[in-house]
Nanobody
């Protein structure tokens, strides 16, 4: 059974850090790109970051560039999102998603390019 399970969310003060994890199972991990999305109340789900299956290609939304870092551990079928210098506007439910097609070299942050989603983890940035 294909699964993506996020963890690592929580409550953090502005300027703080969190590391999110996305553990995948049920498919051939190394064939697919993975992305992180987030959705704040009343807003559209937006692509935050992505990483290619090889790890050689990454992408970031302008709003998180320089603060967030995506990485993967193929031995653990896990993608991480290190989030530093967090701001209140980063508050959202964060989801990881798997790309629709395998063997794509450049990763995508578009919802239309994703086919499987985790259930999300809540990140709240507040003093």
């Amino acid at each position: 059974q294909l699964q993506l399970v996020e963890s690592g969310g929580g409550l953090v003060q502005p300027g703080g850090s969190l590391r999110l994890s996305c553990v995948a199972s049920g498919f051939t991990w190394e064939y697919y790109n993975i992305a992180w999305f987030r959705q704040a109340p009343g807003k559209e789900r937006e692509g935050v970051s992505c990483i290619s299956r090889s790890g050689s290609s990454t992408g970031y939304a302008d709003s998180v560039k320089g603060r967030f870092t995506i990485s993967k551990d193929n031995a653990k079928n896990t993608v991480y999102l290190q989030m530093n210098s967090l701001k209140p506007e980063d508050t959202a439910v964060y989801y990881c998603a798997r790309a629709r097609y395998s063997y794509v070299n450049t990763c995508s942050r578009l919802r239309a390019d994703m086919t499987y989603w985790g259930k999300g983890t809540q990140v709240t940035v507040s003093s």
